[in-house]
């Protein structure tokens, strides 16, 4: 498994560049919501909302592994992480065409950052 999880100190992703492979220790996560958005054999499209710490890459491996057909994650698309969101993000192409001001109004201010994340 190649992932930032480390094992006695050092990430597994170092030691799968050693050609080393360690079995993973199960841990438990909290899945809120998994949904289905679309199936389209042999993909299938979902929305998963969970609790911090979750790989869902390995997530994904292991539904395969339990149905006993193996899967991978072909895309991810991160709509949340804590207080933060997608829906309240800019795109490159608006941040451009914004003037000092508008720039200014948009950026959240450092003291507020720290906040959110704490």
């Known amino acids: 498994m190649v992932s930032a999880v480390k094992k006695d100190g050092v990430p ?12 993973r220790e199960p841990r438990l996560i909290h899945v809120f919501e998994f949904n289905s958005e679309k199936f389209i ?3 299938i499209r979902f929305r998963l909302r969970c609790s911090k710490g979750v790989y ?19 895309q991810l698309r991160r709509l949340e992480s804590g207080k933060f969101n997608v829906e309240a993000a800019h795109s490159l192409d608006n941040i451009l065409q914004m003037d000092i001001e508008q720039l200014a109004n948009s950026v959240i201010p450092l003291h507020k950052v720290i906040e959110m994340l704490t």
């Open 41 to 43: 054999p042999p993909d």
């Open 12 to 23: 597994l992703y170092k030691l799968a560049r050693k050609g080393k492979t360690v079995e």
């Open 56 to 74: 869902v890459r390995t997530l994904c491996a292991d539904i395969g592994t339990a149905l006993g057909c193996g899967a991978h994650l072909k």
